[in-house]
């Protein structure tokens, strides 16, 4: 048996769908986290099979991942999903499902490291984003530095721990409709470039560079929420005439109004949404703003950074 954990992860948003004037697309940054998080086991058996949450592309993953191995490098195995954050909301999950399951399988015949962006490659995974498969590896903060090419997975061109007592808030809904797939796809190629878009690009880039970064850097936790909310709202701002504003759905526009009422500055809406995310300063903090939410319908979750660690290493047992 061998077990492979995988953390999920938050996306602030892209830099720019590109090209830019440097010729790259994409690009963003993220934060990785503790929770929730994907727990997988496989097993030798007689015939490949997958049990437990999105077991048909978890064995989808594996046989993408079989298929560039000579028949005789690996006998069949029973896949076991035993945990996975809610696909097509905003965690990452499927970029964390296929490297945990990738990951676990490459130990399992031998090999004990294998290389994370490799196996991204090889199941398809960082066709716009690398910030979930540079995050299965380093944790913590990262950016990812764009694509110049179609076939490659972008460069994680700056890494950052994110201090251990701040919190994050996760608020999603019980339902929603997910933007993934050929839908994500289809908003893309309907995305029309505008003067106003490489400004955009360049203020995203400051935020970066002169706000998050350096505030992670000192621990200043109020310069990186006021620069993490400026960097989401001015992203969302590229997709306003797709998504009807800076926001994929009420649902996030509300939680961020509600949010910035208690003083949670650092508010930010996950990928397409609609998980919405806040960094709070502390734990004390955090439980107050979390009873505000509790009573609401809807999800709510209180995690921590998970800023890289041996936790996801693939075991054999």
């Known amino acids: 048996m061998t077990t492979s954990w995988a953390p999920s992860r938050l996306h602030v948003g892209l830099l720019h769908p590109g090209p830019t004037r440097a010729g790259r697309r994409f690009g963003g940054c993220g934060v990785m986290l503790q929770n929730p998080s994907v727990q997988v086991r496989v097993d030798p058996a007689r015939t490949w099979s997958a049990q437990g949450p999105a077991a048909a592309r978890a064995l989808e993953f594996a046989m993408r991942f079989v298929e560039a191995l000579p028949p005789e490098a690996i006998e069949p195995h029973q896949i ?25 399988l490459s130990v399992s015949i031998g090999d004990a490291e294998p290389d994370v962006c490799d196996l991204a490659r090889r199941v398809g995974r960082g066709r716009r984003s690398a910030i979930g498969i540079h995050g299965f590896q380093h944790g913590g903060f990262l950016v990812d530095g764009g694509k110049s090419r179609d076939d490659q997975i972008a460069p994680m061109v700056a890494h950052a721990a994110v201090p251990d007592r701040w919190r994050w808030l996760l608020l999603w809904p019980v339902d929603w409709t997910p933007i993934h797939g050929s839908r994500e796809q289809t908003t893309f190629d309907q995305w029309a470039p505008a003067p106003q878009h490489d400004r955009d690009t360049d203020a995203l880039c400051r935020l970066l560079l002169l706000g998050m970064l350096p505030a992670l850097k000192e621990a200043d936790f109020d310069a990186f929420s006021d620069s993490l909310y ?60 979390l009873k ?12 921590s950074t998970w800023n890289g660690s041996e936790t996801n290493k693939a075991r054999v047992e």
């Open 80 to 104: 076991t999903v035993e945990a996975l954050p809610p696909e097509h909301c905003g965690f990452g999950s499927g970029t964390q499902l296929a490297l945990a399951v990738t990951h676990a």
């Open 230 to 289: 400026e960097y989401s709202s001015t992203a969302g701002e590229m997709y306003t005439a797709l998504q009807g504003g800076h926001f994929s759905s009420e649902f996030t526009a509300d939680m961020i109004t509600r949010l910035r009422r208690f003083e949670v500055k650092g508010c930010l809406q996950s990928s397409w949404g609609p998980l919405t995310a806040a960094v709070v300063r502390d734990e004390v903090h955090a439980q107050f703003v």
């Open 292 to 303: 505000q939410f509790e009573s609401s319908g809807i999800n709510v979750l209180l995690t």
